[in-house]
């Protein structure tokens, strides 16, 4: 096939006028560079950098400087022609440089790349003023690695890379006193210099980290998470609460723990067990986790549970006469049933909790452990008991008593029971049930009208064991007169009657329904004087009443728990009080 129009045919003229078109359109190309991170953009022009306007250049070495990007600036000052220019600008650069370097925290990479941290604020204003004297840092230092896409940190703060392996100048911030930081490949962090330092938040760490916190006297609180085989040097004077969680240690003892005012270890696991036997006899808190079964650590070394059984309550009892609160976490029941409470001899003890690990499910019958027989003769000064939450067809709290136990002010007790045997406290005390099931309650003699009695609702709960929304109790076949009668006090405990056939007694100052149909226009609730809590038979997930009738009748208001209620569409609702709010949910709507 010929060619349309063959090249010898092109006349001079035509063959000038498409070469010149060919060399217009060349030269309309722009090549565009990335912009450079930083506060200000600086606009590229990368086509035409030997046409560029000087002052255009100037701008974005000037830029660069102060993005601490140092080696972009170097690149754009060799573009400048006037030489005054570029050799004040080389000043400016270099003194920007040996400032970023003597005060400025910066990281080094495994390859051994350098990069500075959250340092632009500063380094403005030391090129604004030539001096940072009168400078005031922010007094939060927050170093983290980004954790997938999650970019949590404030504007103008800078991400750690995975990879960091040194980090320099942190005494160059004096005023610090709360530093979060991961430690990522550090195998060292050197601290020293940061004597206003609070607070230290240690995330994620290289296998044996060392911490030098040796000039922080002031140093109250350190968090360590994933912190394998770290070691702590700290001030002799710094008592800091020291919490951590996720980890393995050969020993405790690394963690300068002799000196911890208050130690919480959750999930952590070691070589040697014997924790008791490292930390300060003046320890005031007492916080640990009993996991099941062994681990291994990256070195191949087998770590193990701390212990709660016979052997660590005796030390317990000798090491540790100080101590005001105490939490155990298990992880499995049988741990639970192993330690023999009734031994504990903490004279100074105020606050115990022992938490059973649960998940949100409900618990079935054939998962409960065996009954509970529960008593503390050795801590007198105890103010809390929280057991937190218990499966068993009898627990029985009648060993806790005022002549072992006189102060006791508040006892919690979670999970699900056939029978409840009540504390036989003869001075007045709160009681929280958080109850999934309870069939029969009995209160001892002595006790009778001593305990204000809670009631919660625990078919839903948290992943901390403790009930979530504090809703009542609908569902329970207890005797509701024998609890009037027995408890100073019921709250959260919905009557099996409903309002149109309840007869309030005269001393009763709050009630608690939970029916689809209220009904409040029966003469008994004429001269009430107590608080009704309206419920439907269930709630939904933002909160709405499932009431599909509701007068009010001789209610009012100052009769009323709440001045606002969510009903059911179509719900039928009567003799309103004034001042009260009535909502209704949407058509087919699940809230």
Not at 59 to 67: C, L, S, W
Not at 227 to 242: E, M, Q, V, Y
Not at 270 to 297: H, M, N, P, W
């Amino acid at each position: 096939m010929k060619p349309l129009l063959p090249l010898r045919r092109i006349s001079p003229r035509l063959f000038t006028i498409l070469t010149m078109t060919l060399l217009g359109l060349t030269a309309c190309q722009r090549v565009y560079e990335p912009l450079p991170k930083g506060d200000s953009p600086i606009t590229p022009e990368a086509g035409e950098r030997l046409h560029m306007d000087q002052g255009e250049i100037e701008r974005r070495a000037t830029g660069y400087i102060r993005q601490l990007s140092f080696d972009l600036a170097r690149q754009e000052l060799e573009l400048l022609t006037d030489r005054r220019v570029r050799d004040s600008l080389h000043g400016v650069l270099d003194r920007a440089e040996t400032f970023a370097d003597a005060h400025l925290i910066y990281v080094v990479d495994a390859q051994r790349r350098k990069k500075y941290m959250n340092g632009r604020t500063r380094i403005a204003y030391y090129l604004e003023h030539g001096f940072i004297s009168s400078y005031e840092d922010d007094t939060s230092l927050i170093l983290l690695t980004l954790e997938g896409n999650n970019y949590s940190q404030s504007e103008g703060r800078d991400y750690v890379p995975r990879d960091m392996v040194e980090i320099h100048n942190l005494s160059a911030y004096p005023r610090t006193t709360d530093l979060e930081i991961s430690g990522a490949q550090l195998e060292r962090l050197d601290l020293r210099g940061l004597r206003s330092l609070r607070k230290l938040v240690v995330k994620g760490a290289k296998d044996g980290l060392i911490i030098d916190a040796s000039d922080s006297p002031l140093l109250r609180e350190i968090q360590l998470t994933g912190t394998p085989n770290l070691g702590l040097r700290l001030h002799p004077s710094a008592r800091p609460k020291l919490i951590v969680s996720g980890s393995y240690f050969a020993s405790l003892q690394s963690l300068a723990v002799e000196q911890a005012s208050s130690l919480y270890l959750d999930n952590v696991r070691l070589r040697d067990i014997d924790l008791l036997g490292k930390v300060s006899r003046t320890l005031t808190t007492l916080d640990i986790s009993v996991e099941a079964g062994d681990t291994f650590g990256s070195d191949g070394l087998r770590y193990r549970p701390l212990p709660f059984d016979d052997a660590f309550i005796t030390k317990l009892n000798g090491q540790l006469p100080t101590l005001k609160t105490l939490r155990v976490l298990f992880a499995q029941r049988e741990d639970f049933d192993k330690a023999s409470f009734e031994k504990l001899n903490l004279p100074a003890l105020e606050e115990l909790s022992l938490r059973i690990r649960s998940s949100r499910k409900a618990v079935p019958h054939s998962a409960w452990g065996r009954d509970i027989h529960f008593s503390l003769s050795g801590c007198p000064q105890l103010k809390k008991l929280a057991l937190l939450p218990l499966y068993a067809d009898r627990i029985d709290l009648s060993g806790v008593t005022s002549a072992k136990n006189p102060r006791l002010e508040s006892v919690n007790l979670s999970g699900g029971m056939r029978e409840l045997v009540t504390p036989a406290l003869s001075h007045e005390h709160e009681l929280t049930l958080e109850v999934e099931a309870l069939d029969k309650i009995t209160v001892p003699q002595g006790a009778t009208k001593k305990a204000h009695a809670s009631f919660v609702d625990y078919t839903s709960r948290g992943d901390e064991g403790h009930a979530g929304g504090n809703l009542p109790v609908r569902f329970s076949d207890l005797d509701y007169d024998y609890l009037l009668d027995h408890f100073a006090s019921v709250s959260g405990f919905c009557v099996s009657t409903p309002p149109s056939k309840y007869r309030p007694r005269s001393d009763e100052r709050a009630i608690w329904f939970g029916f689809n149909i209220l009904d409040f226009s029966g003469e008994q609730w004429r001269d009430f004087k107590g608080v009704v809590y309206l419920h439907g038979l269930e709630r939904s997930r933002t909160g709405s009443e499932r009431i599909d009738y509701l007068d009010f009748g001789h209610l009012r208001l100052t009769n009323l728990s709440t001045t606002s209620l969510r009903v059911n569409p179509g719900c039928v609702v009567k003799n309103v009080p004034e001042g009260m709010r009535i909502y209704y949910s949407s058509i087919g709507s699940p809230y």
